[in-house]
């Protein structure tokens, strides 16, 4: 909980926002753009001053806007540019940061407000042809999907616990969060600019059609276009978020004209808000609702799919305009496989980086958890972590483990799991050597 004290003329919430439209490792443009809110009964004559520090303390540089109206009880946009020469890019791994300062000043020069806000300068894209670029590099998104639980500290999680499951999901060659499926806390995004990690941001789980009784398909309607709007302004600073999502396994496509018509809605406001990033979904058996025939899934900046990720392939063949993504994956050698060899393939997100308190049902009594993670609740990497890590890892690794099954995927490959939830009970190999009595 934050109390914020103003002036009658002063940035409004989350208002000030930062661009780098032109990036390259000898000079980028940054763009500051803060929306003046006005509560007086007058006009007031206004500018911006921004002065800009990198992460060592130093000035980088400043600029300054032309003064503008603010007419009485109304806002306006204030936009000023400047140049960072040889700037410290954020990347992966990396989390280069700089801090801007904004002063709003007055007519005569005296101070009416101030705010302050953290950037990266980066450049994405997401191309059809190739799949995802940052900073003229094509990088495979591997991605995990996360809940926002710590385990035993429930919902009231210690930063540095965060900061311990990300270091550790980087260590096993992760380089992407999708934040599933809710807005996670600002420091948890913080977090993730900080690692340098790359991150997918969801907004909602469902929404006119009910997953559990009391969702948040009763609030839909009246709500989701103010949450949607403050969502992307709240996040839309941060150079780990790479794309955005309006949904997971929204159950409303079965009828398209409602559902069509909610994508829509959000999808301007998204654009609207943050034009420098895609909007995708998490399609859920697009095939069975008629997304890829009937032009829902046309409408995503990048389409994004749930698993059978042949079917993905297929509709980027079937039209190879449209940008793809794996939204929720399942972890068979296969499954990889089929990302790491298509092209346009962006990356895809496994179900699930950690494993989650609640979805406990499949796994049986007296289990409180979901057991789909790389890592269990304590960051303990399991047998299917140090598979991963032998894929996607960067550097060379070596695992020992004492087989006591095997499970075969679809691809007829070996692996120790072959779904992505839950996990048997048994994961195909263990990390002690002890044999066990029976």
Known sequence: ?????????????????????????????????SSIRNQTRQDVRARIEVTFTGSDGKVAGTAISTAATVPA???????????????????????????????????DGAALDSDKVTFGVRDIAFRADTGFWINGRNVKLKGTAIHADGGAFGMAVPLAFYERRLRGLQALGVNAIRTAHHPFSREFMELCDRLGMLVMDEAFDMWTVAKNPHDYHLFFGDWSSLDAREFARRDRNHPSVVIWSVGNEIHDTPY???????????????????????????????????????????????????YRENELTQAHKDKPTRKIIGTENTKGRGNWLAVRDFAPYSGMFLWTGADYLGEADRAGWPSISNPSGLVDRTDVVKSIGWERAS???????????????EFVDTSGLPTTVATATPQPRDAGVRHDWTPVSL
Not at 3 to 18: F, K, M, N, S
Not at 75 to 97: F, S, Y
Not at 269 to 294: K, W
């Open 1 to 33: 909980m934050r109390l914020i004290t103003t002036g009658q003329v002063h940035v409004d919430a989350w208002g000030t926002y930062v661009t780098t439209p032109q990036v390259s490792a000898e000079r980028a443009t940054v763009r500051f753009e």
């Open 73 to 107: 009880g109304r806002m306006e946009k204030l936009v000023t540019e400047a140049v960072i020469a040889r700037p410290r890019l954020w990347d992966v791994g990396q989390g280069n940061l700089y801090t801007a300062s904004v002063r709003v000043v007055g007519e």
């Open 256 to 306: 398209p004209l409602v559902a069509k018509a909610n994508l829509a809605r959000l999808k301007k406001i998204f654009n609207e808000e943050d034009p420098s990033r895609p909007v995708t979904m998490a399609l859920f058996r697009p095939n069975v609702t008629g997304d890829y025939q009937n032009g829902l899934a046309d409408m995503l900046d990048v389409v994004g799919q749930n």
């Open 391 to 405: 894929w996607w890892s960067e550097t060379p690794m070596v695992k020992i483990g004492r087989r006591t099954g």
